[in-house]
């Protein structure tokens, strides 16, 4: 049993005998050990000792277990402050030993957790002071830090790593520093001075361990010291006092286990009791970044409570900055320099504060909250109704600012008035126009005051803030819009100036000035720069070409609104362009990072353009534009294509079995579609006319009217290019009477598409027809025209397949030169050097033409061209002129601006807005007419 229990006692006696001997050999070669170590440790000698002792005890079987060992560990009590203490010391050697090799990185590492236990030790101290154990840490890391920065051979020795740490140390130390300054310099002037506090207390604090009671006590005097100046008289407290007292609260702001609520409560009151406005101003302005500090997040919003509460600080302070002129506000001011005396009146004084980030912080707040609020909610509505107070404040603070003479803060502001109003049409503007002059004569004093100090939760009682009396809003919304542009204009920067040129065209294009946006568009010059913009500007630009459209559309200016709306509407992610919801493709995934920066930059319901209008819009522009062109182009009808998007809709539905009646946009679109391809217009218009987002237009019947002339006029044109060859002459005034048109206009019609070469035919004034000619060729002969030029491309691309086997070809393209074995074509016909050998080797095989066949014209669905080839071996760039197909023309850029930018290039043969006399060059791809085709 013994040796479950311990060892023997002949073991016992022989190890203690062992012990005592080592021990009077050590006692007596001399005593260098110190007693703490021998405390400390627990030695064998001391065990031994008080197992004898216990050896005629219950306990004399467990003498050399561990059991007794911890019993012995726990005899030794230190204090919690002790403990705390003893970390902070290590915590200092450790930093003094990486000192001793160079590793900034690490120190960085340790000065954070010195940090962190310099405040749990601070719990256990009386008042402010701090251990000199600290302070001796930060004086070595201060010395060293200098004694680095004089040595540039050490400096260069450092790996990029080492030298980022130490170049952030550097900074750090000399912020945090400013803290101690005063301490640290009593420390510099008695280095081996004792603190005889600390021993004090921690003589205390070893009396008193394992005290709870004390323990409460100790927290609560602690919690009384710091509400001692919340007890105070106000009358009490001096201007010494509250500097002091802002001073400590921006130290710990932002630190670990720093309670903001705390700190924004002992703000509140010291507004109360600050003396004089400059006082005043600065803790208004620290208060104002508390609040904001009480965000929870960058997915959330400031809560409506609070960011009212910031609202009227701000108007608080524009008065105090209004009412007292030799107050400064600088951004770069210390804030914490410390000021016992208050400055006399009139005194030129500068104080701390951005009065221009405090409007940018609320106007971001302010839209985040609109766009997680549901929009369908009376509080969506009740959160619109703030936004009144916003401009009141923004037309304040640009009012200082243009006083104080600071422009680039004052461009800022009035961009962010800017995206306030672009949007709004006469209606709403006047309709806000209104809520404001009512919320002006309710209220009862121009701020309303300020709520009590427990309030924060929207649960809990609201705070009201309604628009001061002394705010006048303009009675014109293009004025106040012409004025806040205009000083952007002056005084902003690049940024500043598009995105305000791109509300501008917004407004005017909601106006129904469609020149006036098109024109500021092409002065701007937008379309060439905006690819390198941020996200949201893109997608500001995007809005501005979707309006753009739109007023083209409602002007009957079809060309030129299906220019501005084809890249937007043909890339397939149209929400995300305009950034109103997300479409999931089905081979497309996001990750949660790509989802969350998606919805932090959705637009809020109440700014959407409706997507069904610019579908309604963009495919009616599309069907008046393709059908005609199809009825030209009986053959191939994608030879000249408009809208690419349209041809995938249109053939969706050819292939359908059953075409049920219309249901959505596109069903009215491809029904009205076929019945103009067959000349009925009535039907056509009647199926456009059954849209529902008609209703949204605020002049619907001015715009059904217009689209009833476009149907009929393009239904002329189909007919006449559909069934023109199956006539001898038609009659202009049976024309007339089938389109309800007057003779006029089907006489312009008409002598329109024989300028163009479209319509083979020419008027007869006296009988008043338009007499056909006999010169176009039969649906026969041009089904063989077209066999022979594919007969042709066939034996065209086998010589040059066997040509390019043998050789020849690569030779006499590449060298330009004749060579052994080269064969040249000279007038249509090839040379004997090489040419006829090497075609008589093996033969022509036609396979050879689909690895080797260059890239010609588009030619129909089979591959082959209905020309002369001009692009030569496009797989290898062999071509036979030397340039091939056609080019994709210039670069000019006007499509949707996104994420991924779809649809970056121009046309060859058309550009956005390309039907506009002097071409505006901004927009579509367009289609590869005469160019190459993958």
């Given amino acids: 049993m013994s040796k479950f229990w311990g060892r ?92 001793k090799i160079n590793d900034w990185s690490t120190i960085q590492e340790l000065f954070d957790v010195l940090n962190q236990r310099l405040e749990k030790t601070r719990k256990f101290l009386v008042g402010a002071t701090v251990p000199r154990v600290y302070l001796k840490c930060l004086i070595e890391l201060e010395d060293y830090v200098n004694e680095t920065v004089g040595n540039k051979d050490l400096k260069k020795k450092m790996s990029p790593t080492n030298a980022k740490a130490f170049n952030t140390m550097r900074q750090r130390l000399k912020k945090h520093n400013v803290n101690f300054a005063d301490q640290m310099a009593k420390v510099r002037e008695n280095p081996d001075e004792d603190d005889e506090e600390d021993a004090a207390e921690s003589a205390s604090s070893e009396s008193e361990s394992g005290d709870e009671r004390e323990q409460e006590d100790r927290k609560q005097q602690q919690q009384k010291a710091k509400d001692k100046l919340l007890t105070m008289d106000p009358k009490e407290i001096t201007y010494e006092m509250v500097s002091r007292k802002l001073r400590e609260i921006v130290v710990s702001r932002g630190r670990r286990g720093t309670d903001k609520q705390e700190q924004v409560e002992m703000l509140t009151y010291l507004v109360t009791v600050a003396r004089g406005p400059a006082q005043r101003f600065e803790v208004l302005a620290q208060l104002t970044s508390s609040l904001f500090d009480l965000n929870p997040g960058m997915m959330g919003h400031l809560q409506t409570g609070l960011w009212k509460k910031c609202v009227v600080n701000l108007f608080e302070m524009l008065r105090i900055l209004q009412d007292n002129q030799n107050i400064k506000v600088d951004e770069n001011a210390d804030a914490l320099e410390e000021r016992t005396e208050q400055p006399a009146d009139g005194a030129e004084t500068r104080v701390w504060g951005n009065v221009v980030a405090f409007v940018e912080r609320l106007d971001d707040e302010l839209f985040k909250s609109l766009q997680v609020i549901d929009p369908h909610t009376h509080e969506y509505m ?81 705070v009201e803030v309604l628009v001061p009396s002394d705010y006048v809003m303009a009675e014109n919304c293009h004025e106040l819009m012409r004025s806040l542009v205009g000083g952007i204009f002056r005084n902003g920067d690049e940024r500043t100036k ?222 006449l290019l559909s069934y023109s060859s199956q006539y001898a002459s038609l009659s202009l005034d049976q024309l007339a009477s089938m389109f309800e048109l007057p003779d006029k ?131 290898r760039g062999y071509r036979r002129d030397g340039m091939g197909g056609g080019s994709y023309g210039d670069r000019v850029g006007g499509g949707p601006r996104g994420y991924g930018r779809p649809g970056m290039g121009g046309g060859s043969s058309m550009s956005a807005l390309g039907s506009l006399r002097g071409g505006m060059g901004m927009g579509p791809r367009g289609d590869l007419r005469d160019s190459q085709r993958p």
């Fill in 745 to 875: 206009q089907i006489y312009s019609i008409a002598s329109k598409m024989m300028i163009a070469e479209e319509l083979p035919g020419s008027w007869d004034q006296p009988t008043r027809t338009i007499v056909m000619h006999a010169s176009e060729s039969s649906r026969v002969q041009r089904v063989a025209l077209q066999l022979a030029d594919k007969a042709a491309v066939i034996v065209d691309l086998n010589e040059r397949a066997l040509a390019y086997r043998t050789g020849g070809l690569r030779d006499a393209d590449d060298e330009g030169g004749a060579g052994a074995g080269s064969s040249r074509r000279r007038g249509g016909q090839w040379d004997d050097e090489g040419g006829a050998g090497g075609r008589s080797r093996g033969g022509a095989k036609l396979g050879m033409v689909r690895n080797i066949g260059g890239r010609g014209d588009r030619g129909d669905r089979g591959g082959m061209r209905s020309g002369p080839r001009s692009g030569g071996m496009g797989g």
């Fill in 382 to 462: 009740a959160r619109l109704r703030d936004e009144p107070v916003y401009l009141a404040l923004g037309s304040k603070v640009l009012d200082y600012l243009n006083r104080v003479g600071d422009l680039v803060g004052s461009a800022k502001v009035a961009l962010r008035l800017v995206e306030h109003l672009y949007y709004k049409t006469d209606a709403v503007y006047d309709a806000m126009r209104k809520l404001t002059v009512a919320q002006q004569q309710s209220a009862a004093a121009p701020v309303a005051p300020v709520a009590e100090d427990g309030e924060e939760e929207d649960s809990g009682p609201k």
């Fill in 8 to 99: 023997d006692s002949s073991e016992e006696e022989e190890e203690s005998t062992e012990e005592e001997s080592s021990s009077e050999e050590e006692s007596k070669s001399g005593d260098d050990s110190s007693s703490e170590d021998e405390s400390s440790s627990g030695s064998d000698s001391d065990s031994d000792s008080d197992s004898d002792s216990d050896e005629d005890g219950p306990n004399k079987f467990l003498a050399g277990s561990s059991d007794s060992d911890s019993d012995d560990d726990r005899r030794v009590v230190k204090s919690e402050k002790d403990k705390r203490m003893g970390e902070l010391g290590q915590t200092a050697e450790d930093i003094r030993n990486k000192i």
């Fill in 498 to 719: 598009a995105r305000s040129m791109m509300c501008y065209i917004y407004h005017k294009a909601i106006h129904d000035d469609f020149h006036g946006a098109r024109d500021l568009l092409l002065m701007s010059h937008l379309q060439d720069s905006i690819q390198h913009m941020d996200v949201s500007t893109m997608i500001l630009y995007n809005r501005a070409m979707a309006q753009l459209g739109l007023a083209g559309f409602r002007a009957g200016l079809i060309q030129e609104a299906h220019a501005c709306l084809n890249e937007l509407y043909g890339s397939g992610h149209i929400k995300e362009l305009l950034a109103q919801g997300m479409s999931m493709g089905k081979y497309h995934e996001k990750t949660p990072e790509q989802e969350l920066a998606e919805k932090r930059r959705q637009m809020p319901f109440h700014m959407h353009i409706t997507l069904e209008l610019l579908e309604s819009a963009y495919l009616t522009c599309a069907m008046l534009l393709e059908v005609p062109n199809m009825a030209a182009n009986p053959l191939n009808p994608k030879k000249k294509m408009i809208s690419k998007s349209f041809h995938r809709i249109w053939d969706t539905y050819a292939r359908q079995a059953f075409t049920g009646p219309p249901e959505n946009v596109r069903d009215h679109i491809m029904a009205a579609s076929r019945a103009l391809a067959q000349g009925d217009w009535s039907k056509s218009f009647n199926y456009l006319k059954a849209l529902n987002a008609w209703n949204l237009l605020p002049k619907k019947e001015q715009v059904l009217a217009m689209l009833k002339v476009k149907v009929q006029e393009e239904a002329v044109r189909t007919y």
